[in-house]
């Protein structure tokens, strides 16, 4: 987009020239005001007049500044703004953020256009700007009134606003061009032919680790979905809060009673203190059962091994057998297991069940064989086959499919999940190590409990077992920006002082952890936990697209330095907003630059369009500055599809971060999955239930590239035979070379209706006749179901190659072993 500007430019100018001509005057008025329109949500408008009659609205509803206070939806409101001047000519904008008048939100721009981070106040201090000021009511040209403030400024102040606003409605014009509007936009186009020509002797060095994952538990991916246990609310821990997902959500969500028996939740003598609830089953006769009905039904396979297990005790009565059975909806038994619970005192029981019959749909059943009352925790029900064969492991399918991408690192545990939804959610590592009883499970920010069964230790393992570098994430010391639970201050922050020097000795716990050698205390709680090695943790994300206000910056710099003061060699990753650009994005960097963060984490989640017309993003920075991770992006266009075009726009922009890899040093999808039935954001890298996957074309693309990641990139002059600028930005291409295997990569990428004929010149690249392994995918662009084919083959220093319209295509030489097949 960049390179576009100019032309944007250009536009615009001619566009504003109506402005000033009508404002030869020095001075104009400028009108100031928000309006109801979608709950208070459009933020501060702005218009203009020469004469103070005649009013002229800048931009449809076009938004200077919103709101950014509350949760995301019906929150970020603005009522009543008011716009001032400062001395100096700076502006200061503040307005109420609510109809009950209580909190005021303040914030400073220089330019109208760029707004600092927002501050949020009590409407009663005595700070901030005079909000009594009179109010005006001005009639626009097009007939319609509004309230607000009239400000008399130098006409260049108008000027500005109008062709800012106006660029950035050519921006958004251009970012939501969609391909259903190929048919007219490319009308009449021919085939494309052009001439890449490498450059091998200026290939540069590009990060190793470019291409990674996100994985979050959002869209129930780790309990219910990665984590392989089949149990849901194994530890009767759910609790009413839940209401907002389940109606009936609460200690016995997903418990069912039969034949007669009862449960009744108790808190007395619990397991753990910080497993607080139990089950008591009062069963009056033999028969009398309490069954968990897992995500949905539990899905079990004929001839397959299982590890039950269950925490118990009698009350009253002397030591008793329980069959813990797998029971299919007609009643069958296919499978139990038989333990004795303990006439006294909480006993952990664990027994294998072999499946004798498949079904996808069973439950598990706790079957007492005599009348009594029996106490009953944590049962539990995992495959023997999980990933690696792991204890308290991962569901053997989700993990490969993750595997498969060959993600060089994982970030977890969020995203949101990472700082939560208010102070008291914010993850604590400490929270998901230990015995799975003894972890404090968790509401999480997406509406359903973390049993935190998937914790760090597991988080870890899975890293070190498909060769990822981890990536945590601890939160900076504030909650999400978005949290419902904020009151004023909104995002507020841990208390400076013993809480939140408690919080920076946690995140030096979590590298000793990681790191430490068995002689150090944190060490020695993952040696004891069964991993003695360290994990050799290299990155550490230090927030999550936080608001950057005086509260994160404090507590961000105060976990920074402790973390730099005492492992030097760990690579901080710090935050610059949820966009590619405004206040959080712009302050952020400045913040992080001034800190001398050494790589900094960027979300995005864009229209197609914008992939297109922003491939040039990383060209501009500042390759001496922070590095970039960029933590989050994806695709959206309209309805939130996975389809040709989403992963197509992502491939091309994916050759461009690529290109950028000298600054731009981790990428990674978000987000990673979803189960069916349970998925509060869309589009997802992937979809899954119980017993299958759904692999969407934006995995497939991802994973090509995660497959044929280079560590060198290799420049070339690509020469088009049509000067279309629309034509040549929808066309890609990249060239990496990997040091081990010693292969060349070839990545083209077509996002137009026409074939497009590469004529390649590799020089010395590759020999004639090297042999190639291909990867190929193609569909029409709202193609939800294409998949890669592969293909072998041979290329030569001179290779022409025909790749079809809206594809990608891989092509990897096995250059190490030159004109052999
Ligand atoms: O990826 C989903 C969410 O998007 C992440 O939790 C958050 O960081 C972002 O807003």
Redesign the pocket.
């Known amino acids: 987009m960049r390179k576009t500007l100019l032309c944007a430019m250009l536009a615009v100018s001619a566009a504003t020239g109506a402005a000033a001509s009508e404002s030869r005057q020095d001075s104009l008025y400028l009108f100031s005001y928000t309006t109801s329109a979608a709950n208070n949500t459009t933020g501060l408008h702005l218009a203009w007049s020469a004469d103070g009659q005649r009013w002229q609205k800048i931009g449809v509803e076009f938004a200077f500044v919103k709101s950014d206070y509350g949760p995301w939806g019906s929150g970020k409101r603005m009522y009543d703004p008011v716009l001032e001047r400062m001395p100096g000519g700076a502006w200061a904008c503040s307005w109420l953020v609510g109809k009950d008048g209580k909190t005021m939100a303040l914030t400073e721009s220089r330019d109208l256009l760029l707004w600092k981070p927002q501050d949020y106040v009590s409407s009663r201090a005595k700070m901030g700007p005079n909000r009594s000021v009179p109010r005006d009511t001005v009639t626009f040209t097009d007939g319609s009134r509004a309230v607000g403030r009239i400000l008399r400024v130098e006409s260049r102040v108008v000027e500005d606003a109008i062709a800012g606003c106006e660029l950035a409605q050519y921006r958004a014009a251009k970012n939501a061009e969609l391909m259903k509007d190929d048919p007219a936009r490319f009308k009449g186009l021919k085939d494309v032919s052009v001439t890449v020509t490498a450059q091998p002797s200026a290939g540069k060095a590009i990060s190793p680790d470019l291409f990674g994952v996100?994985f979050?538990d959002?869209n129930y991916a780790a309990d219910g979905g990665l984590y392989a246990e089949l149990v849901q609310n194994r530890d009767f821990e759910y609790t009413t809060e839940g209401r907002k997902r389940h109606k009936d959500w609460g200690p016995t969500y997903a418990w069912r009673t039969s034949g007669g028996a009862s449960v009744e939740i108790k808190t007395d003598n619990p397991i753990h203190a910080n497993n607080a609830h139990y089950a008591l089953l009062t069963v009056s006769e033999a028969g009398g059962a309490l069954a968990n009905t897992g995500y949905g039904g539990i899905a079990v396979e004929h001839g397959k091994k299982y590890r039950v297990s269950v925490f118990g005790k009698m009350v009253g009565g002397d030591n008793r057998r329980v069959r813990l059975a797998l029971r299919c909806k007609d009643g069958r038994t296919i499978g139990s297991a038989a333990v004795t619970l303990p006439k006294s005192g909480w006993r952990r029981l664990e027994a294998t069940i072999k499946a004798t019959a498949s079904d996808p749909e069973a439950e598990l059943a706790v079957i007492p064989e005599e009348a009594g009352q029996y106490a009953i925790d944590m049962l539990s029900l995992f495959p023997y086959d999980t990933f690696k064969g792991r204890e308290n492991g991962l569901r053997r399918d989700l993990a490969q499919a993750i595997a498969d991408l060959k993600p060089r690192f994982v970030r977890f545990p969020?995203?949101?999940?990472a700082h939560g939804n208010g102070l008291a959610n914010i993850y604590r590592w400490k929270n998901t190590v230990g015995p799975l009883h003894e972890r404090k499970g968790m509401y999480n920010?997406w509406n359903y409990r973390q049993s935190m069964g998937l914790g760090f230790y597991e988080y870890f393992q899975f890293c070190e077992d498909i060769g990822a570098e981890p990536l945590p994430v601890v939160a900076a010391g504030v909650p999400c920006q978005n949290s419902s639970l904020g009151g004023d201050g909104q995002q507020g922050g841990l208390p400076l002082g013993e809480e939140m020097d408690e919080y920076i000795q946690d995140v030096l716990d979590l590298i000793e952890w990681a790191n430490g050698d068995k002689s150090t205390t944190w060490g020695r709680v993952r040696a004891e936990a069964g991993h003695p090695e360290p994990f050799g943790l290299k990155y550490l994300g230090i927030g999550?697209?936080d608001l950057i206000s005086e509260v994160f910056k404090e507590r961000f710099k105060l976990i920074y330095d402790a973390v730099k003061a005492r492992y030097p060699d760990i690579t901080v990753i710090g935050t610059a907003g949820?966009f590619y650009e405004g206040s959080d994005y712009e302050y952020g960097w400045q913040f992080a630059k001034e800190l001398g963060v050494p790589m900094v984490d960027e979300?995005y989640?864009c229209p197609p369009g914008w992939f297109i017309h922003n491939r040039d993003f990383y060209d501009a920075y500042d390759r001496r500055g922070p590095k970039v991770y960029l933590?989050?992006y994806a695709s959206h266009a309209p309805g939130r599809p996975n389809n040709m075009e989403t992963a197509l726009t992502l491939a091309l922009y994916m050759t461009e971060l690529e290109r950028n890899a000298d600054v731009v040093s981790l990428a990674s999808y978000?987000?990673l999955m979803a189960r069916r039935g349970d998925t509060q954001?869309t589009p997802d890298m992937m979809y899954f239930d119980n017993t299958s996957i759904r692999f969407t074309t934006d995995y497939y693309v991802q994973r090509m590239f995660g497959q044929n990641a280079g560590d060198t990139y290799i420049p070339a002059t690509v020469a088009p035979d049509n000067a279309r600028e629309d034509v040549c930005l929808r066309i890609g291409q990249s060239i990496v070379r990997d040091k081990e295997t010693g292969d060349v990569i070839i990545k083209l990428v077509n996002l137009l209706p026409v074939r497009v004929d590469y004529k390649l010149d590799l020089g010395s690249l590759v020999a004639d006749g090297t042999p190639t392994q291909e990867e190929h995918i193609t569909g029409t662009p709202s193609d939800s179901r294409a998949k890669p084919l592969k293909a072998e083959g041979t290329i030569n220093k001179n290779h022409t190659i025909g790749v079809e319209p809206y594809s990608f295509t891989v092509i990897r030489a096995k250059a190490g072993s030159k004109g052999k097949k």
Do not use: L, Q
């Open positions: 996100f979050e959002i969020g995203g949101c999940v920010i999550n697209e949820p979300h989640y933590g989050e978000a987000p954001w």
